[in-house]
């Protein structure tokens, strides 16, 4: 432990170094925390930089506990084609999104009514985002591992910390029912399908295909931002500056956030687990 201590502490003194020397890093940085700025400049309010704090605590957790363990890579074996799938997944669904909130069509209706109504969504989105590229993946020869399906006991008590730090915080604005119920349905629409999709499927093909890592994940989490536009207009234009502050601070840095924990563990489940009670706390 005290050697884990000693060396954890050399590699904190040497990290302001090592940043200012790595461009992709502090750019990453940089383009991350603009919006905020933004942010800030039209709604001075420090309360609203606490889901970014809460972020950056994530990211270092992670950082503490995995950074001395090497990063295992993904051999992706058509970067092209899968990256075009990714993408054209992404699309496909932005696209839905567009048409339910505008009215361009009538959602299909399976007649399940969990989830405040939105259980067609759900079933939707998990095949979307889940089926499709799942079996798309093993068809390539990839294995469950590979998938983010792996067995990492220590990326699973890791992510103890946020989730008991989410729950802590969902209980005491929220009913404990309403809380449970909201929670269970953001995994199945949430959790599960955006980590798969913007985790497990875009950020590593993105890390194949540009072999920049920052980089992929970056570009990613901006993707994945832009991809809860059509969420936050909820269907009006006049949301529009709101609606991209929203899905560019708060949504693109849980991605990030998210992205990399993932690139450090490989484990998706954990990371879904997080991801829905970040959900249904806020």
């Not at 990256?83 to 339910?100: D, F, K, N, S, T």
């Not at 009215?103 to 759900?122: K, L, T």
């Not at 699973?156 to 269970?184: D, E, N, R, Y």
């Not at 969420?231 to 992205?259: V, Y």
Request: aromatic residues 16%; charged residues 15%.
């Amino acid at each position: 432990m005290f050697t884990w201590l000693r060396s954890t502490w050399q590699d904190i003194r040497e990290l302001p170094t090592a940043l200012a020397k790595d461009r992709d890093a502090l750019s990453v940085i940089i383009l991350t925390l603009a919006p905020w700025c933004i942010l800030m400049v039209r709604k001075p309010d420090l309360n609203d930089l606490q889901p970014l704090a809460g972020f950056f605590g994530f990211v270092v957790l992670y950082w503490l506990v995995f950074h001395r363990q090497s990063q295992k890579p993904i051999m992706v074996k058509k970067p092209r084609l899968e990256i075009a799938v990714a993408l054209g997944l992404v699309a496909v669904w932005i696209l839905y999104r567009v048409g339910e909130y505008w009215h361009w069509f009538a959602p299909p209706a399976f007649g399940i009514n969990a989830c405040s109504g939105n259980g067609d969504v759900v079933v939707l989105k998990m095949a979307e985002m889940v089926i499709i590229p799942f079996f798309f993946l093993l068809a390539l020869k990839y294995t469950l591992p590979d998938l983010g399906f792996g067995w990492n006991r220590s990326a699973w008590l890791i992510a103890l910390v946020p989730v008991s730090a989410m729950i802590a915080f969902g209980l005491t604005h929220h009913p404990l029912v309403q809380f449970a119920t909201s929670s269970a349905c953001f995994f199945f629409d949430a959790g599960l399908p955006e980590e798969f999709l913007f985790r497990v499927f875009l950020q590593t093909r993105l890390e194949a295909l540009i072999h920049r890592p920052v980089w992929a994940l970056w570009i990613a989490s901006f993707i994945f931002g832009l991809a809860h536009i059509p969420i936050d207009l909820h269907g009006s234009l006049t949301r529009w500056p709101d609606a991209l502050l929203t899905a560019f601070t708060f949504q693109m840095s849980a991605g990030i956030a998210l992205g990399y924990a993932y690139r450090r563990t490989r484990n998706m489940l954990p990371l879904s687990v997080v991801h829905m009670f970040i959900d249904s706390a806020f």
